[in-house]
């Protein structure tokens, strides 16, 4: 009898210290009385992939790209001036989620905004986009092959 509750505490104690270990971050909580949902971006970082030290922080993944934002105020409060985005690199058009905000070339300038549509039409797979600040959703379609990047992350 005494081995069963040795052994009933010892495991309560090893995942106790395991699940410290695998969540040792601080968490927060985005508090509201009455929010109502709306579409976040996707999940594109792994927990365990991100590593963070009193003098840095490691992501731990290919085809990670940063860039300097320059404040148009399309994406405030999001993105302002010289904000920096860390983008992935999408290897698909299935790495792209409604919510994700996206980076893409349009009239020779790369664009920052968010995906609040995906569908197809004859030329295949597109979504459109807004900046979170804007009152319209842009006037154009996005083609996969336009995408630079599916933000992941923002230093200000």
Known sequence: MLNKYYLAVSTFIL???????????????????????????????AIEDLHVFKDKAVIDTDNLIWAR???????EPVLNANSVSLELLPSTFSDISVGD?????HNLKVIIHRVIL??????????V????????????????????????????
């Open 15 to 45: 995942g106790f210290v395991v699940a410290a270990m695998l969540f040792s971050g601080d968490v927060r909580y985005a508090f509201s009385l009455d929010s109502s949902a709306v579409d976040s971006p996707s999940d594109h970082i």
């Open 69 to 75: 934002v320059l404040d148009t105020h399309s994406m």
């Open 101 to 105: 905000v996206i980076s893409y070339s």
């Open 118 to 127: 995906i569908s197809e039409d004859s030329a295949g797979w597109y979504c």
């Open 129 to 156: 986009t807004k900046g979170d600040n804007n009152k319209e959703a842009d006037d154009y379609k996005v083609r996969f092959s336009d995408v630079k990047g599916v933000l992941v992350g923002v230093l200000y």
